[in-house]
């Protein structure tokens, strides 16, 4: 696997005539907005509703509601159905964040219809959408992460308390159900919480640093490039839910930060994502600490709306929304011709 600096890339890689993408959003989870949003900017994206650009791509749009049922352009669809209509395409998008989604569950959807999945395989999105089998993971390739541990009730996580503490549920995303606790009170309530969006849930210890996110992608040509990193601003004590999409962060890009920092969590993001097997774009979190770089999460299915921290981060580094959009269906095409999962 190599790594190439994004300002020497090969000219964009040309969409293929007639590429038929169906885009999958929504999903039957916390994230369904959210995956709403990123599902209509990568539609957009890949055949855009306004006049002044001609489309690339052939896009159906499906989206799975809230209850897990399926429609296309506003017509409900039975499950079956859906199948088949992903199956007269080339490729899946699932721009579907957190569980029965980024998990690898449409991974394993589009790999059981012979058709291309954009993003990583079953395995990776699994492993990667879960915060404590991705901390081990990271812990085993030399990349430092917070202590913490897996409670299953909030019994047992106020039976030997170590606070301040930060709770989150083990597999979820866009920061649903994180929490900072500074007292068994609350420790207690936060578990409570989160065991309401999984069975399993996290607590860490406090970690004091920036916090600095940095993206993988995998392109068309075999080549692998890491973004410019983005520094995150908040006034919260956790960067929760409420703080992501409030419009109150503040998103740096490119960081300000010294050569040698910028290297090391490079390099822990590669490592990571490599030991992963992630494909397509995976981004990595940091807290960049006094000790160095520490892994916070991967998300192998990142917001993909034109202001979300990954295309912020590419379109730094001179890589258009569009042409990011292009270049994951293009490497999950050379993926599954390849046979590559």
């Not at 199948?83 to 980024?102: F, K, M, Y």
Request: glycine fraction near 10%; proline fraction near 7%.
């Amino acid at each position: 696997m190599t790594s190439s600096p994004l300002q020497h890339r090969p000219l964009p890689t040309p969409p293929t005539p007639g590429c038929r993408v169906a885009v999958v959003g929504g999903g039957a989870n916390a994230e369904h907005d959210v995956s709403l949003a990123s599902a209509a900017a990568v539609r957009d994206a890949l055949a855009p509703t306004h006049d002044a650009l001609a489309p690339t791509h052939d896009v159906v749009a499906l989206t799975i509601a809230r209850d897990g049922t399926w429609s296309t352009d506003g017509v409900a669809l039975t499950f079956p159905e859906a199948v088949a209509l992903i199956a007269t395409c080339d490729v899946l998008l699932p721009a579907v964040h957190g569980p029965h989604g980024e998990d690898g569950t449409l991974a394993a959807l589009a790999d059981l219809a012979g058709v291309a999945c954009v993003g990583s395989g079953v395995r990776a999105g699994a492993v990667g959408m879960d915060k404590w089998v991705t901390k081990l993971v990271a812990a085993a390739v030399g990349v430092a992460v917070a202590d913490g541990h897996v409670v299953r009730s909030a019994a047992e996580a106020c039976r030997e308390p170590r606070l301040p503490a930060v709770v989150k549920p083990v597999a979820n995303g866009s920061s649903h159900g994180v929490r900072r606790v500074d007292t068994v009170g609350e420790l207690a309530a936060a578990v409570a919480a989160a065991l309401e969006l999984d069975d399993r849930v996290l607590v860490e210890g406090l970690v004091t640093g920036r916090e600095i996110d940095v993206a993988v992608l995998r392109r068309a040509d075999g080549t692998t490039v890491t973004s410019p990193p983005l520094e995150i601003g908040h006034a919260g004590a956790v960067f929760d839910t409420a703080t992501k999409y409030d419009g109150s962060a503040r998103f740096v890009v490119p960081a300000e930060l010294d050569p040698a920092d910028a290297d090391r969590l490079a390099a822990a993001a590669l490592a990571v994502v490599d030991a992963l097997g992630c494909q397509g774009v995976a981004r990595a979190d940091f807290f960049l600490t006094s000790d160095g770089p520490l892994m916070n999460e991967v998300n192998t299915m990142p917001g993909m709306t034109p202001h979300s921290q990954v295309p912020r981060m590419f379109a730094a580094a001179g890589l258009p929304y569009a042409e990011l959009v292009a270049e994951l269906v293009a490497q999950a095409r050379v993926r599954h011709a390849a046979g590559t999962p």
